[in-house]
C-alpha cells in the first residue's frame, strides 16, 4: 500500500471515529453496542447512531430472536413527500413495504381551505382523522349524495370507484392517514376530475352536458389541482343539496364515541362493518396501552395486520413457524405489519401512552388470545405441552383481556 492510499485509509478512520464519538456526545448516554453477554463486539463504524436508538432490538436482538422474517415496518418518516400548493402527501405501499400485499397507506396534509381534487380510484379508502377539521362528499352509483364534517378521531370510508373530496377546514386545516385495500395502491394513478376534462374533445363535453362548446377547454392542468387552495366554504346545512337522496348508509363514523374494551392497562375500539356498515373490506382496531403495560400475545385468524403508530413507543415481536422470530421498535409515524395468523404482542416502551392502529383487509375484526386460549385447554394438556407452574395454571384467563396486565 503506497503512503496516499495509507493516509487516505487513516483518514477515513479517524473520521468515522469522530463521528461515532459527536453522535455519543450529543446525549448523555455512551452509544449502544451490538453484544450482550457471550455474543456479539464493538461497532467501530461508520454508524448512524441515531437510528440504531430508534431500534434497539434491531441493533441488539433479543436472544429468542431466530431466522430470517421478513422487514416488519417502515416508517413515513422515510417516505418521500409530495408537496403541493395546498398541503402534503406521502404513502407506504408495497414498493416501499415489501410485506404488505394487502393494504397500502397514505398520510396527507390539506391547508385551511385546500382541497383533494375530486377524484376516484379502484380500491377502497378507509381514513382516521389526526389533526384538525375536514369536510367530506361522496356521490353513490345510484346517485345518492353524502357530505360530512369529521375531527380528530373520526373515520371515513368510501367504497370502491366513488367519487369524493376531502377539504381542509378552519383554523388549521387537517391531518390524516388514508388505508387501503390494496398494497399496489399508488396516489398517483388516481382518476381526477380534471384530467378527465383535459384529455375529453371539448365537442363531447358539449354534447355530453349540453352547453356551448366555448363554454369547455379551460380546465387548469391537473398538476395544478390534486391538492390545491380553495376559499373555505359555509357552514355544513349550505353544502347540502337541495332534493338530493342521502346514502343509506354513512361514510363517516366517530370512532372515540365507542364505548371501549376497557383493562387496568389501556382500552380497545374495534370498528369493522357491524358497527359501521359501509366499511366492508376494512377492519380497524384503536389500541391504547398505558406505560408499562402491552397488548397480550395473540393474533388474528382472518387476515394480515397493518398497524400506525400514532403516539408513543413500543416494541412488537412477532412469532411464525418454524421458531422463526422477529423483534422491532416503533414509534410515532411508523407503519408495523403482522403477516397471517402470525403470533405476536407490542409493548409500551415508552413513558407516555402508546396509540396505534390495528388495521385489517377484512369486513370484521377477529383475534385469538394466548391467553384464553390455554385457560379453555384441558389443563393437563397444558400442563404436559409447557411444564407451567401450578401459579401459572390458576391465573389464566378464560375472558380476553387485549391490553395486560389486565
Same mark, same amino acid.
Given at each position: 500500500?503506497?503512503?496516499?492510499?495509507?493516509?487516505?485509509?487513516?483518514?477515513? @478512520?479517524?473520521?468515522?471515529?469522530? $463521528?461515532?464519538?459527536?453522535?455519543? =456526545?450529543?446525549?448523555?448516554?455512551?452509544?449502544? #453496542?451490538?453484544?450482550?453477554?457471550?455474543?456479539?463486539?464493538?461497532?467501530?463504524?461508520?454508524?448512524?447512531?441515531?437510528?440504531?436508538?430508534?431500534?434497539?432490538?434491531?441493533?441488539?436482538?433479543? @436472544?429468542?430472536?431466530?431466522?430470517?422474517?421478513?422487514?416488519?415496518?417502515? @416508517?413515513?418518516?422515510?417516505?418521500?413527500?409530495?408537496?403541493?400548493?395546498?398541503?402534503?402527501?406521502?404513502?407506504? !405501499?408495497?414498493? #416501499?413495504?415489501?410485506?404488505?400485499?394487502?393494504?397500502?397507506?397514505?398520510?396527507? &396534509?390539506?391547508?385551511?381551505?385546500?382541497?383533494?381534487?375530486?377524484?376516484?380510484?379502484?380500491?377502497?379508502?378507509?381514513?382516521?382523522?389526526?389533526?384538525?377539521?375536514?369536510?367530506?362528499?361522496?356521490?353513490?352509483?345510484?346517485?345518492?349524495?353524502?357530505?360530512?364534517?369529521?375531527?380528530?378521531?373520526?373515520?371515513?370510508?368510501?367504497?370502491?370507484?366513488?367519487?369524493?373530496?376531502?377539504?381542509?377546514?378552519?383554523?388549521?386545516?387537517?391531518?390524516?392517514?388514508?388505508?387501503?385495500?390494496?398494497?399496489?395502491?399508488?396516489?398517483?394513478?388516481?382518476?381526477?376530475?380534471? +384530467?378527465?376534462?383535459?384529455?375529453?374533445? !371539448?365537442?363531447?363535453? =358539449?354534447?355530453?352536458?349540453?352547453?356551448?362548446?366555448?363554454?369547455?377547454?379551460?380546465?387548469?392542468?391537473? @398538476?395544478?389541482?390534486?391538492?390545491?387552495?380553495?376559499?373555505?366554504?359555509?357552514?355544513?346545512?349550505?353544502?347540502?343539496?337541495?332534493?338530493?337522496?342521502?346514502?343509506?348508509?354513512?361514510?363517516?363514523? &366517530?370512532?372515540?364515541?365507542?364505548?371501549?374494551?376497557?383493562?387496568?392497562?389501556?382500552?380497545?375500539?374495534? $370498528? +369493522?362493518?357491524?358497527?359501521?356498515?359501509?366499511?366492508?373490506?376494512?377492519?380497524?382496531?384503536?389500541?391504547?396501552?398505558?406505560?408499562?403495560?402491552?397488548?397480550?400475545?395473540?393474533?388474528?385468524?382472518?387476515? +394480515?395486520?397493518?398497524?400506525?403508530?400514532?403516539?408513543?413507543?413500543?416494541?412488537?415481536?412477532?412469532?411464525?413457524?418454524?421458531?422463526?422470530?422477529?423483534?422491532?421498535?416503533?414509534?410515532?409515524?411508523?407503519?408495523?405489519?403482522?403477516?397471517?395468523? $402470525?403470533?405476536?404482542?407490542?409493548?409500551?416502551?415508552?413513558?407516555?401512552?402508546?396509540?396505534?392502529?390495528?388495521?385489517?383487509?377484512?369486513?370484521?375484526?377477529?383475534?385469538?388470545?394466548?391467553?384464553?386460549?390455554?385457560?379453555? $385447554?384441558?389443563?393437563?394438556?397444558?400442563?404436559?405441552?409447557?411444564?407451567?407452574?401450578?401459579?401459572?395454571?390458576?391465573?389464566?384467563?378464560?375472558?380476553?383481556?387485549?391490553?395486560?396486565? =389486565?
Amino acid at each position: 500500500m503506497n503512503s496516499a492510499s495509507r493516509r487516505a485509509m487513516l483518514a477515513g @478512520s479517524v473520521g468515522g471515529l469522530l $463521528t461515532v464519538a459527536t453522535a455519543a =456526545a450529543q446525549t448523555d448516554q455512551p452509544a449502544p #453496542e451490538p453484544r450482550r453477554p457471550g455474543a456479539g463486539g464493538t461497532d467501530p463504524g461508520p454508524r448512524n447512531i441515531t437510528l440504531e436508538r430508534q431500534n434497539p432490538d434491531l441493533y441488539v436482538p433479543p @436472544s429468542t430472536d431466530h431466522g430470517t422474517l421478513p422487514n416488519l415496518r417502515f @416508517s413515513f418518516a422515510d417516505a418521500h413527500m409530495r408537496l403541493e400548493s395546498g398541503g402534503w402527501t406521502r404513502q407506504i !405501499t408495497v414498493r #416501499e413495504l415489501g410485506i404488505s400485499k394487502n393494504i397500502a397507506g397514505v398520510n396527507m &396534509r390539506l391547508n385551511s381551505g385546500a382541497v383533494r381534487e375530486l377524484h376516484w380510484h379502484k380500491a377502497a379508502e378507509w381514513a382516521f382523522m389526526l389533526y384538525g377539521t375536514a369536510r367530506i362528499t361522496a356521490v353513490d352509483p345510484k346517485g345518492r349524495n353524502f357530505v360530512d364534517d369529521v375531527g380528530v378521531g373520526d373515520l371515513w370510508y368510501f367504497p370502491s370507484g366513488v367519487p369524493h373530496s376531502i377539504q381542509g377546514l378552519g383554523p388549521d386545516g387537517c391531518e390524516f392517514l388514508l388505508v387501503f385495500d390494496d398494497g399496489e395502491f399508488d396516489e398517483d394513478n388516481t382518476f381526477l376530475l380534471s +384530467d378527465w376534462f383535459k384529455h375529453t374533445p !371539448t365537442e363531447v363535453l =358539449a354534447k355530453n352536458f349540453g352547453a356551448p362548446q366555448s363554454a369547455f377547454g379551460h380546465t387548469p392542468d391537473p @398538476s395544478q389541482l390534486y391538492i390545491f387552495p380553495a376559499p373555505l366554504p359555509g357552514p355544513l346545512a349550505s353544502d347540502r343539496i337541495a332534493g338530493a337522496t342521502p346514502v343509506p348508509n354513512s361514510f363517516s363514523h &366517530r370512532m372515540m364515541a365507542q364505548d371501549p374494551i376497557r383493562t387496568r392497562s389501556g382500552t380497545v375500539r374495534i $370498528t +369493522d362493518s357491524s358497527n359501521f356498515p359501509v366499511s366492508t373490506t376494512i377492519a380497524a382496531a384503536l389500541v391504547e396501552v398505558e406505560p408499562g403495560g402491552m397488548r397480550e400475545l395473540h393474533w388474528h385468524p382472518n387476515t +394480515d395486520e397493518w398497524q400506525y403508530y400514532i403516539q408513543g413507543k413500543a416494541r412488537m415481536g412477532v412469532f411464525a413457524a418454524a421458531g422463526q422470530a422477529r423483534t422491532f421498535d416503533f414509534m410515532a409515524g411508523d407503519v408495523g405489519y403482522v403477516p397471517f395468523a $402470525t403470533g405476536h404482542y407490542i409493548e409500551n416502551t415508552g413513558s407516555e401512552t402508546l396509540r396505534f392502529l390495528e388495521m385489517f383487509k377484512s369486513s370484521y375484526y377477529a383475534d385469538v388470545s394466548l391467553n384464553q386460549w390455554l385457560a379453555l $385447554t384441558p389443563p393437563e394438556l397444558v400442563e404436559a405441552h409447557l411444564h407451567l407452574d401450578e401459579a401459572v395454571m390458576h391465573v389464566l384467563r378464560k375472558t380476553q383481556a387485549p391490553v395486560v396486565p =389486565a
